[in-house]
């Protein structure tokens, strides 16, 4: 079966440090990834996403690498800041699906 | 003004009652779903709306039922709810041509 998940539920990093979440993913046949952030008390932001034709992509301050051959998924935040403190969920569409399967989330917790 | 307007933000009901959870939408999207959110679950997929006339089921649809009065509004109800009911609720929309979802803020419901 088709599922998304995280290697760990919650990470603390420094201020400043960069961060890494993970992701793992099972159905070799998605073709489209997107990490979202979850604030406390509101819903999921669309941080970035990536097709299954790329390995990675960058935008302002996160970067996402997708490495197909081991099914793994990950979000870079660069110089992470407090503002940065959610829970990041990755979430995969298999080929031909119409929606979107989200993994648990992993909370990161930024340290001042 | 949000682009995806979720009523009520909390409710707390009691088992047996009959509750509808609204969501209206300004992005113009087309598409429109509605997930519940569970501690350490994730986000799963309870109904999705490809346009007005059409409804479709997600992994978990099973006491609950949707309306799409509009290409703007997509309401869930619950005929009788359950304690185990009880979580929160994300209306999200998107674009035919995309597969980026926006979501509501989200519904705190609480079945006592």
């Known amino acids: 079966g088709e599922s998304v998940g995280l290697h760990l539920p919650t990470l603390s990093v420094q201020e400043g440090d960069n961060s890494i979440i993970n992701c793992a993913y099972s159905n070799s046949a998605s073709d489209y990834f997107i990490w979202y952030k979850q604030e406390s008390g509101k819903g999921p932001q669309f941080i970035i996403d990536?097709?299954?034709?790329?390995d990675k992509r960058q935008g302002q301050r996160v970067t996402v690498l997708l490495n197909k051959t081991v099914k793994h998924l990950s979000l870079q935040i660069a110089a992470t800041q407090p503002g940065d403190s959610a829970v990041y969920f990755c979430?995969?569409?298999?080929?031909?699906?119409?929606?979107?399967?989200f993994g648990t989330g992993t909370r990161l917790t930024v340290i001042p | 003004d949000a682009d995806v307007t979720q009523t009520p933000r909390n409710r707390i009901t009691k088992t047996g009652k009959r509750i509808m959870l609204e969501c209206s939408q300004t992005k113009g999207h087309d598409r429109m779903y509605w997930y519940r959110q569970d501690p350490g679950l994730g986000l799963r997929l309870i109904y999705y709306?490809?346009?007005?006339?059409?409804?479709n089921k997600g992994e978990i649809s099973d006491g609950y039922s949707v309306s799409r009065q509009a290409q703007a509004k997509f309401s869930l109800s619950l005929e009788s709810a359950i304690p185990n009911q009880t979580a929160l609720y994300f209306c999200?929309?998107?674009?035919?041509?995309?597969?980026?979802?926006?979501f509501g803020s989200g519904t705190r419901l609480t079945v006592v």
């Open positions: 979430a995969e569409r298999g080929a031909g699906a119409n929606n979107l399967f």
């Open positions: 990536i097709r299954s034709n790329m």
């Open positions: 999200a929309t998107s674009d035919s041509g995309t597969y980026g979802y926006t």
């Open positions: 709306s490809f346009d007005v006339k059409d409804i």
